[in-house]
């Protein structure tokens, strides 16, 4: 683990504009720096860097941050990864935290598992291009899937020879340990003690994970000899390096391009990953036949929140689609389905389109998963039980949907698609979503499963949107003067309980308010900035901006980014102008007046946003009580009480008294 000295020094070594440079042609631009977005395409210049600042941030797609997150999103590296590239670049020693012995070991294992894959993985490529067979029979079935020597080149793919003792006698030879021979699965033991290698007279496919280190294989026997074969693939066993539910095929390939294009297209296998990138569509992975688990989902999220499920059409391809499909909407992805047409896959497909073809039917073709269920459960069923069983089922996906305005579009559409009341299909998703919270299936017809153990967590039920459940603009202007003005002092000389004497600076100001009506803001990383700017009001020195831009924490220096970035810079006056000190006092206090007055309107607003998110909460209550009058009294009085408030913070905006 880097120790916080060094971190510290490799931000503050780290220059922006020479970081960025690496990758995006800058020109300057008054203060600033200007070129083309590296993250999204664009014609013309919408990226800035601020070497004052020490961030970057597009107008065009948003991304954006500092010298960290930027090598982060950029080269798609985990944090420690970002680090460590800076550090290269401006040759800082990396000093690490002192391990323990039991990390020590458990971290000399793994890097020793990495460095034998490493090897075998060029060990087999270097067996597909020079040796005899490998040329004649591994590279030769290579060229009949139609795979160029820059793929092949690009996915490290390999050949292993039929001698089953060859690869351990090799890696003896070359002084790796046998005990990591057998760790990473290359080989196993037979009765005589000899080392007998996994993957003989097979092509090899290595599986390199996230961070581009080889984390295992898959070796399948040639066309010729798949007949009568158990296994057609052999795949390297778990180890404390390679977890197959944690792995996707391509990832390593594909980041980058997922990232830019803001969608990930998932395969079965990895031919079907070869062929596409061959044709041009890189953002493409495989799970290679495998029920997606909540870790590949996660993994894929870090890239993008958008991915398009590409199968065959035959009864195969549709089963795979429906699979994982629930956890991927819980996840919060927005899924789409694509079934290719004459029982083709993807690999045959992407042979006989060119990319801008194939990409054109991906688009005309793709379709949300809800309308691809409906479509697929309840075109041309007559039968009032598989049609009840199939309306249950679209309902359910739905109900693990974790964005509440999305399942109510969701709900809405449906409705009008298979012509059923609208309030049946909630009651029946509340119903899913109340069983999974309690683990029950008592209160879900059909006794769909719905155990705590095998369900994504369950949403709340369907409401209208609360300011809780979803950011408004309003709460992100807030965190903005927090950001940038978070530190300057509102109000000299304020008695605490105590009787001691404070000064009260915005974020103070903003935090207290809040406090006073129980209030909090719906994003739980602005909580968390605005807590640390409270925290840190009384230290001398401190400052919001340059604190935030430059947090340890990525996800809040990116946030903070965001937040200070202005499209146009206004020019102060007293850079050019020089102003006397009665002068300066003034527009000092002019300055503090219209933070004041700016901080206060933006709360009135954000108060106002809960109250008329709590009454339209209450009008759809009030359309679902039917003739229940006491809950409609209830509901009646909260709302008359909720008019009241909402037309007082009204008149302190000054806008018109609604009635």
Request: glycine share 6%; net charge negative.
């Amino acid at each position: 683990m880097i120790d916080r000295l060094t971190v510290e020094k490799i931000k503050e070594a780290a220059n922006i504009v020479d970081v960025v440079s690496e990758f995006v042609t800058l020109k300057k631009s008054g203060a600033n720096y200007k070129g083309l977005c590296p993250f999204h395409n664009e014609k013309t210049p919408s990226f800035i860097v601020s070497p004052a600042r020490g961030t970057c941030h597009c107008f065009g797609c948003g991304k954006g941050g500092n010298a960290v997150s930027f090598i982060m999103e950029h080269e798609q590296m985990t944090y420690p990864e970002a680090l460590r590239w800076l550090a290269r670049k401006y040759h800082i020693e990396i000093k690490e935290r002192e391990l323990t012995s039991q990390e020590k070991e458990e971290q000399s294992k793994r890097e020793s598992m990495f460095i034998v894959n490493e090897w075998a993985s060029q060990y087999f490529q270097d067996l597909l291009h020079n040796n005899a067979d490998g040329v004649a029979i591994g590279m030769q079935y290579f060229r009949s899937r139609g795979f160029r020597d820059d793929v092949i080149s690009a996915f490290h793919l390999g050949y292993d020879v039929n001698d089953r003792l060859a690869l351990g006698r090799e890696a003896l030879h070359k002084g790796y340990k046998e005990e990591f021979v057998t760790a990473t699965g290359l080989c196993y033991k037979n009765d005589r003690g000899e080392l007998i290698d996994r993957y003989a007279g097979r092509v090899v496919f290595p599986w390199i994970g996230v961070s581009g280190k080889v984390v295992g294989f898959t070796a399948r026997v040639l066309d010729q000899r798949t007949k009568g074969v158990n296994q057609k693939y052999v795949n390297s066993p778990d180890s404390e390096i390679y977890h197959k539910d944690h792995e996707l095929y391509g990832i390593w390939q594909a980041k980058r391009a997922i990232a830019k294009e803001d969608r990930v297209y998932m395969v079965e296998g990895q031919a079907d990953v070869i062929a596409m990138y061959q044709c041009g569509i890189q953002n493409v992975v495989a799970n290679s036949g495998t029920a997606l688990s909540i870790h590949q989902i996660h993994m894929l999220h870090r890239f993008t929140s958008n991915i398009t499920l590409i199968y065959d059409g035959d009864a195969a391809g549709i089963h795979a689609a429906l699979r994982g499909t629930d956890m991927l909407l819980s996840e919060g992805m927005s899924l789409r389905v694509l079934l290719l047409p004459d029982g083709k896959d993807p690999d045959e497909f992407a042979r006989s389109h060119t990319a801008e073809q194939f990409k054109q039917f991906i688009n005309e073709r793709q379709t949300d998963f809800i309308q691809f269920k409906t479509d697929l459960l309840l075109k041309g069923e007559t039968d009032p039980k598989k049609r009840a069983d199939a309306i249950n089922s679209i309902v359910e996906s739905i109900s693990v949907i974790q964005n509440q305005i999305l399942r109510d579009t969701y709900i809405h559409d449906c409705a009008q698609r298979i012509g059923i009341n609208e309030s049946t299909l909630i009651n029946q998703m509340n119903a899913y979503i109340r069983g999974r919270r309690t683990g029950s299936t008592a209160q879900v017809q059909q006794g769909v499963p719905v155990g705590p153990a095998q369900q994504p967590a369950a949403p709340a039920p369907l409401q209208p949107p609360t300011v809780k459940q979803q950011e408004s603009k309003v709460e992100r202007m807030l965190m903005q003067l927090v950001v940038r003005h978070g530190e300057h002092v509102m109000q000299k000389d304020v008695p605490d309980d105590q009787g001691q004497l404070h000064d009260l600076t915005l974020a103070q100001l903003i935090d207290y308010n809040l406090m006073e009506d129980d209030l909090s803001l719906s994003n739980e990383l602005y909580n968390r900035m605005l807590g640390e700017a409270v925290d840190h009001s009384g230290e001398e020195g401190f400052k919001a901006e340059t604190y935030f831009l430059h947090h340890e924490d990525f996800n809040i220096s990116r946030v903070a980014a965001e937040l200070v970035s202005d499209r146009y810079q206004l020019t102060r006056r007293e850079e050019d102008e020089p102003i006397n000190e009665a002068a300066a006092q003034q527009r000092q206090a002019d300055e503090t007046d219209a933070l004041r007055n700016q901080a206060v309107h933006l709360l009135l607003d954000y108060r106002m946003d809960i109250v008329e998110q709590r009454m339209a909460t209450l009008q759809a209550e009030m359309s679902m009580a039917g003739n229940d009058m006491q809950r409609l009294t209830k509901i009646m009085t909260e709302y008359h009480e909720l008019q009241t408030t909402r037309n007082r913070i009204a008149r302190e905006l000054g806008a018109n008294i609604i009635v």
